[in-house]
């Protein structure tokens, strides 16, 4: 399979404080996406980002595909974005996803 | 919004049990994949299908099989549940991943005594 490695596995945040987490991919991937992780443990899909940079409100993506990193960057943290952050790619035609370990983000007021 | 549901929140089953975890999406999606979350591990994937009576394998199906006999249901079995397989399971949805994504059901907590 693809080994995803994400940094850094542990982050405590003051609230309002920014953040960059990051996502290495043993090989080249397609369909890559970010997920959040709530504190109930319900994971939803943040971003879907192949290539390029998007942004939605206070996150944004980057990935640059060909050297097989994504970057995902919260500004203005909120005791909300607490959770853990999970990236994830598959092989093109594929249809599952390679998932790291993720990094576990915590927001203090 | 793509709905995805996990019949139960938190199982209690002792070794040696069969354990059926059920996962229900209301959209009509190919793929359905099943995935264990352990800490420090991330998560791993045990199988999923892309068609209905269709499934592959994932990274550590040993333990586990699973059965789609309808596009909307996919449900995974614990043939003989082992303390090794307490985990958090989760059950997730894509019509292609290319294009939509994966939706994630809220998870099942299984303890193993």
């Known amino acids: 399979g693809i080994q995803v490695e994400q940094s850094p596995p542990d982050l405590i945040l003051q609230e309002g404080a920014n953040s960059t987490l990051r996502c290495n991919f043993s090989d080249s991937v397609n369909n890559l996406q970010w997920f959040h992780q709530n504190p109930w443990g319900q994971l939803i899909n943040l971003f879907y980002i192949p290539s390029g940079t998007k942004q939605n409100g206070r996150l944004s993506a980057t990935t640059v595909a060909t050297e097989r990193y994504s970057l995902l960057y919260i500004s203005s943290s909120q005791t909300t974005d607490s959770g853990v952050y999970f990236c994830?790619?598959?092989?093109?035609?594929?249809?599952?996803?390679?998932f790291g370990t993720g990094t576990r983000l915590t927001v203090i007021p | 919004d793509v709905k995805v549901t996990q019949s139960s929140r938190y199982l209690v089953k002792r070794t040696g049990e069969k354990v059926f975890l059920e996962c229900v999406q209301d959209m009509d999606h190919e793929n359905m994949f099943w995935y264990r979350q352990d800490p420090g591990l991330g998560l791993r994937l045990i199988y999923f299908?892309?068609?209905?009576?269709?499934?592959e394998k994932g990274d550590i199906p040993e333990g586990y099989s699973v059965s789609r006999e309808k596009k909307e249901r996919f449900s995974l079995i614990l043939e003989s549940a082992s303390t090794n397989q307490t985990s958090m399971y989760l059950c997730?949805?894509?019509?292609?991943?290319?294009?939509?994504?994966?939706?994630f059901g809220s998870g099942t907590r299984l303890t193993v005594v």
């Open positions: 994830a790619g598959g092989r093109r035609g594929a249809n599952n996803l390679f």
């Open positions: 997730a949805s894509s019509l292609q991943v290319t294009v939509y994504g994966y939706t």
């Open positions: 299908s892309y068609d209905v009576k269709m499934k």
